[in-house]
């Protein structure tokens, strides 16, 4: 529990960076916007935008396999006979990616909407899982006691263990990043970005606490990292651990859809404003900057990226067995490395527009801070001794072997 606030401060420090360069460059492309302003280096903005775009759309594939997978087991669960192999799986998760382009076609406000219903499901979901451990905490069921207990494997020394999970928590905050990508589609940005940002980041915040919280009280130590059904994780243990009553085995499936759904339509829409960011200001080919004559969205942008991404659910699906597939995962690492470089090009655009009023100013330490931060949790020790290079591949195990799946 020691590491959740931590991992929470270390990617709030990168976020006060964003919004102070989001707030006075307000274009689409984010991170790459930021270096290339800062360094005006076509290589390097190049390859932070190849870095983002590539997690993005990595996740948005995974994803929509997910979406694909759960939505065919759920009904097969329901009625029976639903085709469940890969075949089945590819057709749904493709025809999920182009309901998501056909989405993103129609507008941000559309694309919105849409976060917000399959927000909603979720955030009714964790408030399910904090009501259980809840009562479980008051009925004397679960053990309070664990919350302030601290205990590591005996091969892993306190450090490590703690490094390990601020890690998982920082992780558990990206997505701000996303959100800065969609600036010129935001009314004074100046204002509303930084109000926004930082509420959004303190309510998933408490949130995650809240819900460990939970896993602590109901599910005892030794049995977290060891989960009924590693594929659903902790979380499904916890009620059915503290609520045994409901049908959770049935209604999981649907939940899943709507939490990785959302993960798809955000980073498939993060990935086209890049795309068009960058286009626009020629480090990609100018014609991904058009845009649709009336709804203004850039559908040369989302068509590239909706291409990139059926190419990648074809490829994941039908060669599934591969070392590039395994590691692939290790692409989320790679934004540790951009956050490192927009903390740096904080510090370089501060000095450069030093006397101008506009704009959120975060304060003076917090670019050094989080860079050092993010540039420590890309070395190798975030990395369990238990997974390291033994499978898929050597960089499974870098930067951050938790996520690769080793």
Known sequence: MVAVPRGVRRAGLTALSYLELVTRHPQAAGAALFVHKAFDTHFLTFLVAFAVVCSGITSASTSSGLVASNLLLGLDGLVGGVPTGTGATLAVAIGFMLVLAVVNLRGVGESVKLNVVLTSVVVVALAA?????????????????????????????????ITIATTVAFFAM????DSVNMVEEVKDPARTFPRILLTGLGICAGVYVLVALAVVVVIPPGDIADPA??????????VRVGAPGLPIDDVFPFLTICAVG????INMLMASRLVYG???????????????????????AIAFTTLMALGLITFVRLRSETEVVSALAGTTGL???????????????????RGEEDGFDAPRWTPYVGAASAAFLIGPWPASPRTTCSTASPGCCWPSAWCCGC
């Open 335 to 353: 934004l540790l490395a951009v956050f490192t470089v927009v903390n740096v090009a904080c510090l370089v655009l501060r000095r450069r527009d």
């Open 174 to 177: 990206v997505g701000f990043e």
């Open 262 to 265: 959302n993960t798809a339509l």
């Open 229 to 238: 059904n590693p594929d659903a994780g902790i979380l499904l243990d916890v």
């Open 129 to 161: 899982i904090i009501a259980i451990g809840a009562w479980a905490a008051v009925s004397g069921e679960g053990d309070l006691g664990r919350v302030v207990v601290f205990e590591t494997p005996g091969e892993k020394s306190a450090f490590l263990a």
């Open 278 to 300: 960058m286009a626009k200001q020629d480090v990609l080919p100018r014609s991904l900057a058009a845009v649709l004559p009336g709804r203004r969205s850039p559908w040369a």
